[in-house]
């Protein structure tokens, strides 16, 4: 017997349901987006819909859909009469990445001051993965475990839709970081920096903290624009 707005009639059919935790096209575009900020596909490759379908085992439809997802990202760009190719990014990328980054993480930066000890412990756990990747010498590891720290920043302005909008960034600067030459890298200037930012933001030193991240972010974009413009950009 249902109740007066017919709950249990209502939802009876939805046993037989059969849901799917990722599409087939999501799945594609993880796949390739790995293979992209891995830099096994270089900026500028043209990403041709039949080949690459027929080279995994899927439709031309779900492929094209999958582009679209990392067209939607950034990392993918559509151009007329050439059709998708991996964003090649130019110097004014990096500089437009960085001018939205110092916006959010700076007030993330600021917002620290009333940070929950949990989210604090996050940026603790950030740091520590940090450091294992770098002592393993994984660089995959160590550009996640990066981003991992500056997600969980931007993630203490308590915003959903700021942190979704962080997330794209955050694959385009990756994007850069796939054509640095790792070993000209100084790693353990990266993770003295990180726990440097991580201790002042225990002890709540924003005006500090606000200074040390602004260097950060300045070396960075530095670092990759040099990058871009001798790949071309």
Known sequence: MSDALGGEAR????????IKRASTAEQVAEALREM?????IEQGQPLREVSLAASIGVSRNTMREAIRVLAREGIV????????????????????IFRVRRVLELA??????????????????????????????????II??????????VGLLGSRRLSRFFDAIQAEVRLC???VDRSTSDLES???????????IF??????VTELMSGHLADAEQTLAAVVAVDGG
Do not use: C, K, N
């Not at 990266?190 to 930012?197: D, R, Y």
């Not at 002890?203 to 500090?208: I, K, S, V, Y």
């Open 144 to 153: 996640d475990a990066d981003e991992l720290f500056h997600e969980r920043l």
């Open 177 to 179: 970081l796939s054509i």
């Open 77 to 96: 760009t559509h151009e007329m009469h050439h059709g998708a190719m991996v964003t090649r990014l130019e110097t004014r990328d990096v500089e437009d």
């Open 11 to 18: 939802y009876e059919g939805l046993s037989s349901l059969q």
């Open 36 to 40: 992209i900020l891995r830099g096994e």
């Open 108 to 141: 993330a930066v600021r917002a620290s001051r009333e940070a929950e000890p949990e989210q604090l412990a996050g940026l603790a756990g950030a740091v520590r993965e940090l450091e294992d990747a770098v002592a393993t010498g994984d660089w995959g590891a």
């Open 203 to 208: 002890q709540r030193d924003t005006d500090r």
């Open 190 to 200: 990266l993770i003295a920096e990180h726990q440097e930012l991580l201790e002042l």
